[in-house]
């Protein structure tokens, strides 16, 4: 049997990619093709990326928060957190900063962000009411009403109610790999505006070194330099993180910072 190629070198929307997969993994096709034809009724009942992928977290909320952010059980909904928040505070995070978290989700890493910084001190928006509710779950079954965090729904990046220069960490994890490039670039183009003069944004995505793709429009693959340039044409600089590669997760991330930080 023929070798896969290396991870960042598929290209899981091609028709090849899709068959040697169903050779390799046949207990799956009856999900994919249920995930397919589920997304199919989603894109046509919803117009634009954020209400279908509203819907879609809607679905999967429904099953399982913890599947809903890309967990699939509860051991590892705890690990991808618990490396997130490890990753950060190894980075310089303080009790002090103020955290924004982009697609905070059900508070998969939010919940110790929360814990560890000062009480008012993070901020989680996400575009999914569902996921939300799951996030308001975690605090009460977590403890930290006291910790004052703030969790908002929001239709679109731009960031228009937030604070000028206000955060001095913005993180983003598993976001941009369900977004198309137009949500990325408005996102870029609006949070420098929150971020503090000497703040870092820190963002996954999904990374491939072959053509850039997406599978239903849920899961997107894009190069490094796609996103390092497109954060640069917005006033950044952009730096591709080698440590986080480090650690047992598929994504890879990039730190953006203003010039003169």
């Not at 598929?10 to 046949?26: D, I």
């Not at 103020?98 to 697609?103: D, F, H, K, S, V």
């Not at 080698?242 to 598929?250: N, Q, V």
Request: charged share 25%.
């Amino acid at each position: 049997m023929t070798k896969p190629p290396p991870r960042t070198q598929r290209n899981r929307a091609s028709l090849a990619y899709k068959l040697r997969y169903a050779t390799r993994n046949p207990d799956k096709i009856r999900t994919y093709l249920s995930r397919v034809s589920r997304d199919v009724k989603l894109r046509l009942a919803n117009r634009g990326h954020v209400a279908y992928y509203r819907a879609v977290m809607r679905s999967d909320a429904a099953k399982s928060p913890e599947a809903a952010v890309g967990s699939s059980t509860r051991d590892r909904w705890l690990k991808l957190g618990q490396m997130q928040f490890d990753y950060l505070l190894q980075h310089g995070l303080k009790p002090g900063d103020r955290m924004l978290e982009i697609g905070c989700g059900n508070l998969r890493a939010g919940w110790r962000f929360i814990d560890y910084l000062d009480a008012g001190n993070y901020y989680g928006v996400d575009i999914s009411p569902d996921i939300l509710l799951a996030a308001q779950n975690t605090l009460v079954r977590q403890g930290l009403q006291d910790k004052l965090p703030h969790l908002s729904l929001v239709d679109d990046l731009k960031l228009s109610f937030l604070p000028e220069r206000h955060f001095t960490v913005v993180h983003a994890h598993s976001v941009f790999s369900h977004s198309p490039i137009e949500v990325i670039d408005e996102c870029l183009a609006h949070v420098g505006r929150v971020l503090a003069p000497d703040g870092f944004f820190d963002f996954t995505f999904d990374r491939t070194e072959g053509s850039e793709h997406h599978v239903l429009r849920e899961d997107f693959y894009y190069r490094t330099e796609t996103l390092t340039g497109l954060a640069e044409r917005h006033g950044f600089t952009a730096r591709f993180m080698d440590d986080w590669e480090e650690l047992p997760h598929g994504q890879s991330k990039i730190r953006v910072t203003r010039p003169d930080a």
